[in-house]
Antibody, heavy 117, light 107 residues
Framework: EVQLLESGGGLVQPGGSLRLSCAAS????????MSWVRQAPGKGLEWVSG????????YYAGSVKGRFTISRDNSKNTLYLQMNSLRAEDTAVYYC??????????WGQGTLVTVSS | DIQMTQSPSTLSASVGDRVTITCRAS??????LAWYQQKPGKAPKLLIY???SLESGVPSRFSGSGSGTEFTLTISSLQPDDFATYYC?????????FGGGTKVEIK
């Protein structure tokens, strides 16, 4: 059974940093591209960042480029999102998702990030 | 960036109704489109990929069609479990983008 378990969310002040993790199990992690998708309270879905299975290629939404960094450790079956210079508008539930041809077949349960003073 | 526009944003329907949701892309994406269902407090669930391929385990009352810039998701006979919000997503190129969502409500 595929499982994706996010962690690392919480309350952070504007300008602060946070690192999200997503522990994967039930599939061959290194062969799948992965992404982070977020959803602000009461709003729609927004793709944030994606990374290839090997970790060689990464992609970002314009709204986070230069502030967020996606990475993965295939030896630990874990996906990461380093978030710096956080803003109020980054407040959202962050989901990790496994990718097949750029659509998302499995999703985690999400972790809430709140940026507020 | 490719913009995805869904309509309507809200839809009121009754159990048994045939429901159609439309998604338009700002440029051609061939058949690189997916549809998701999301219920409150839950993660999205993949329904349809490559515009018309039904994800394993998804009921056959769900179907997708279209190519290029115009796509539809159809629920042939709405069931109580189908009241949710539906999103389209273009899978053609980065940055990946979603439509704004269509909330299907009980009439």
């Amino acid at each position: 059974e595929v499982q994706l378990l996010e962690s690392g969310g919480g309350l952070v002040q504007p300008g602060g940093s946070l690192r999200l993790s997503c522990a994967a199990s039930g599939f061959t992690f290194s062969t799948y591209a992965m992404s982070w998708v977020r959803q602000a309270p009461g709003k729609g879905l927004e793709w944030v960042s994606g990374i290839s299975g090997s970790g060689d290629s990464s992609y970002y939404a314009g709204s986070v480029k230069g502030r967020f960094t996606i990475s993965r450790d295939n030896s630990k079956n874990t996906l990461y999102l380093q978030m710096n210079s956080l803003r109020a508008e980054d407040t959202a539930v962050y989901y990790c998702a496994s990718q097949v041809q750029e659509y998302f077949d499995f999703w985690g349960q999400g972790t809430l990030v709140t940026v507020s003073s | 960036d490719i913009q995805m526009t869904q309509s309507p944003s809200t839809l009121s329907a009754s159990v048994g109704d045939r429901v159609t949701i439309t998604c338009r892309a700002s440029q051609s994406i061939s058949s690189w489109l997916a549809w998701y269902q999301q219920k409150p407090g839950k993660a999205p669930k993949l329904l349809i990929y490559k515009a018309s391929s039904l994800e394993s385990g998804v009921p056959s009352r769900f179907s997708g069609s279209g190519s290029g810039t115009e796509f539809t998701l159809t629920i042939s006979s709405l069931q109580p479990d189908d009241f949710a919000t539906y999103y389209c997503q273009q899978c053609n190129s980065y940055p990946l983008t979603f439509g704004g969502g269509t909330k299907v409500e009980i009439k």
